[in-house]
């Protein structure tokens, strides 16, 4: 069973602040990554995607990769009241060389930004 | 660019009946996959499907549940004889063929069962 595993929160910070949410995973071959955002009692929204070590920045979001480390994270700056939220993290599982469909999500860190 | 598609949107169910979960993938894409999300619990994966063919039924219950993705049409997860535990958020989400199959969700079907 392919675990991933997500500092489990709640995540509480200022508007203005840097959030930064955690994720690790158990498959060593994994080679793409994703994080998905979930308003309450909505569906998952993909908010980025990862497939090379180091950072990759889109806004606000910076999601950054260690594959040795098997870990991966996401900084929000400038947090804002909006991104309150449940953040996913999500690893698809991998086999032949290619993904083989299903993902694997972490529980899911709830994020909450005050004003 | 219309998004994935699901309906109905709420579904309530008395235990014993059948539900049928519907959902079609956004334009362009050919991969499916259901997943279920049960309260506080996290999101899991169900079924994959391709036209006509299931990829994945790793994730799916061995008795009475059972997808399809037609020739034509959307794809349907059907429950039978639902009981209360089967009371959840069902997620449908699609992906373009290849690469790295970025997948994007429809908004969802909550299933009541009374």
């Known amino acids: 069973q392919k675990e991933v595993e997500q500092n489990s929160g709640p995540l509480s910070v200022p508007e203005g602040a840097i959030a930064s949410l955690n994720c690790t995973y158990s498959d060593r071959v994994s080679q793409s990554f994703f994080w998905y955002r979930q308003y309450s009692g909505k569906s998952p929204e993909l908010i980025m995607s990862?497939?090379s070590n180091g950072d990759k920045e889109d806004g606000r979001f910076t999601a950054q990769l260690n594959k040795a480390s098997q870990y991966v994270s996401l900084l929000i700056r400038d947090s804002q009241p909006s991104d309150s939220a449940t953040y996913l993290c999500?690893?698809?599982?991998w086999g032949r060389g290619s993904t083989l469909g299903r993902l694997y999500f972490g529980r899911g860190t709830q994020l909450t930004v005050w004003p | 660019n219309a998004g994935v598609m699901q309906n109905p949107r709420h579904l309530v169910r008395r235990r014993g009946q059948e539900a049928r979960l519907r959902c079609s993938p956004m334009k362009g894409h050919s991969h499916v996959y259901w997943y279920r999300q049960l309260p506080e619990e996290g999101l899991k994966f169900m079924v994959y499907?391709?036209?006509?063919?299931?990829?994945?039924e790793s994730g799916m219950p061995k008795e009475r549940f059972s997808a399809e993705f037609p020739k034509e049409g959307p794809s349907i997860l059907r429950i039978q004889q639902v009981v209360r535990g089967d009371s959840a958020a069902y997620f449908c989400?699609?992906?373009?063929?290849?690469?790295?199959?970025?997948?994007?969700f429809g908004p969802g079907t909550r299933l009541t069962v009374t």
């Open positions: 499907l391709q036209k006509e063919n299931i990829i994945d």
């Open positions: 999500a690893v698809p599982v």
């Open positions: 990862i497939y």
């Open positions: 989400a699609s992906s373009p063929p290849g690469g790295a199959r970025e997948q994007y």
